[in-house]
């Protein structure tokens, strides 16, 4: 019901796969045993404020890629079966930590076996500073080779929240990373975190109109999440952070909304909340409660995605 109700107001990546690939699509998360030049002491160490040690790693990095790719296509066509359905198509998501942190070689190696393996496409979850031209030539040819795109973190386009979150790197990394990446014809969606600490409607709506700016093809929200072991839990246990409501999520998630072209894609609204380790906002736990609070938003205000681009 709350993907209908979205649907009609957001362009939603679901619909899209489902016609670009002619049915059902899941994604295969994938962990290739890299780490983050925030963590390994090539940049930092300790990560960004809101990462948790365990980052979106699997905990999978010591099995062989093309072993976690068999079992994962394996899982999918059982379940399909038990259900009396087809199995969906399946996309080779390279989902932990920073999936290009590696050598060009070595990342050829990494995406060999999704190359290889029957899935209708790749994933690339990364940063802009993990991207040299090397690395771009071996993304290049895996492009040509199946449908990739990348998923780059950016969380904020405010120079001084990035420097605030111990990211390491500034916006123009990130702009010119998706510059490069649109030069080689490789799509790109964004990471965008809502609720940062010092960050309003005003910083919010830059970022926005930022990624607009830059054409990007996607992104994927996240609400701000304080997480057992990140940095910000002790600003959170101190009481220096400021935790939003379901109703203000929802309120500054529908202004982005309408602050983005129609064109982009938005590839996630939510984050999906580890309950074992969410420590605030609790409500982040229930995502149908924050889709339908979201919903609920666009309708009152009847706002569409894009609405509210300078350009109409």
């Known amino acids: 019901m709350n993907s209908e109700r979205l649907n009609r107001r957001v362009n939603l990546l679901g619909p899209w796969l489902k016609q670009r690939f002619g049915g059902r699509v899941v994604k295969l998360a994938l962990d290739a045993g890299l780490t983050c030049p925030n963590r390994d002491g090539s940049l930092g160490v300790g990560g960004c404020s809101f990462c948790p040690p365990s980052g979106s790693g699997t905990g999978r990095g010591g099995v062989p890629l093309a072993r976690q790719l068999e079992e994962g296509l394996s899982r999918l066509a059982g379940q399909a079966e038990r259900q009396g359905k087809p199995a969906p198509k399946a996309l080779a998501y390279y989902q932990a930590f920073s999936g290009t942190h590696a050598p060009a070689p070595r990342l050829a190696e990494i995406l060999a076996p999704a190359l290889a393996a029957p899935v209708c496409g790749v994933i690339v979850s ?70 940062l600490p010092g960050e309003g409607p005003a910083q919010m709506a830059a970022t926005a109109q930022a990624l607009a700016g830059l054409k990007v093809w996607g992104v994927k929200l996240h609400q701000l999440m304080v997480l057992e072991g990140a940095r910000l839990a002790a600003d959170h246990g101190a009481g220096r952070l400021t935790i939003w409501s379901r109703e203000e999520w929802a309120r500054a998630a529908a202004d982005f909304l309408g602050r983005l072209p129609a064109r982009t894609l938005i590839h996630r609204l939510a984050a999906d909340a580890g309950r074992d380790r969410l420590l605030a906002p609790l409500w982040a736990a229930d995502k149908q409660a924050c889709l339908a609070a979201l919903a609920a938003e666009l309708e009152r205000r009847d706002l569409r995605q894009g609405d509210l681009c300078p350009a109409g």
Do not use: N
Not at 154 to 181: I, K, M, N, P, Y
């Open 126 to 195: 990364t940063r802009p500073d993990c991207l040299d031209e090397p690395r771009w030539e071996v993304l290049s040819r895996a492009a040509r080779q199946k449908p990739l795109w990348l998923e780059l973190g950016l969380q904020s386009a405010s120079d001084a929240t990035l420097a605030a979150l111990g990211r390491g790197h500034d916006f123009a990394c990130f702009a010119g990373a998706v510059l490069r990446a649109q030069e080689l014809s490789i799509k790109v969606a964004a990471h965008v975190i809502l609720g």
